[in-house]
């Protein structure tokens, strides 16, 4: 089994420049739904996993309330059981590739064996994976029934918010750095 997701891994990189595209692409989709869409539903706030610092309480409770119950309907629909249902995924998938194609053109990491490539290109990626969609579940959950927005889980949907933020920079400078290293070369 480990055999078939190291090949299955390592394949990745030959789908860096595609996935890249197709990230991209859902990515100004998302975005332009959250300035042109969800904005106006929620007269002007940010969604709660667009801020990067995360939220207070009462600012999660004012984004909830200026939604009411059809925008929050609107925004599961249209963003959590759509879009940021593949996205994560996706972005997961396209950093995988890039961490393996910069990597394989680096020597020290070419020169390691292809488990071990895959396995560090999934530890730096899978723990982002992993946060985001318990964040999207988090808010998903707030939208879906308001009775459940208190204090405590607010709070905890801010921390898990902060914490893809900060999952997620992982493998981008990791990328950022093998690019740059390539560059180099």
Not at 33 to 38: A, D, G, I, R
Not at 53 to 81: C, K, N, Q, S
Not at 134 to 149: E, P, V
């Amino acid at each position: 089994m480990w055999r078939g997701l190291t090949v299955t891994v390592l394949r990745l990189s030959r789908h860096a420049a595609a996935l890249s595209v197709a990230c991209a692409a859902i990515f100004i989709a998302m975005t332009a739904l959250e300035f042109f869409y969800f904005r106006r539903l929620s007269g002007g706030l940010p969604s709660l996993d667009m801020r990067v610092t995360g939220f207070t309480p009462d600012e999660g409770m004012a984004w909830l309330t200026a939604l009411g119950r059809r925008g929050g309907e609107i925004i599961i629909v249209w963003h959590y059981l759509t879009f940021d249902l593949l996205f994560p995924a996706l972005l997961s998938l396209t950093l995988l590739s890039l961490i393996l194609a910069f990597g394989r053109r680096l020597r020290n990491f070419r020169t390691m064996p292809a488990q071990l490539q895959a396995l560090t290109a999934l530890v730096l990626v899978l723990p982002y994976t992993v946060a985001d969609y318990a964040q999207n579940f988090a808010i998903a959950r707030l939208l879906s029934d308001f009775q459940l927005a208190n204090p405590d889980s607010l709070s905890f949907a801010s921390s898990l918010t902060v914490t893809k933020f900060a999952l997620l920079a992982i493998p981008v400078v990791v990328v950022a750095v093998f690019a740059l290293a390539v560059q180099r070369r």
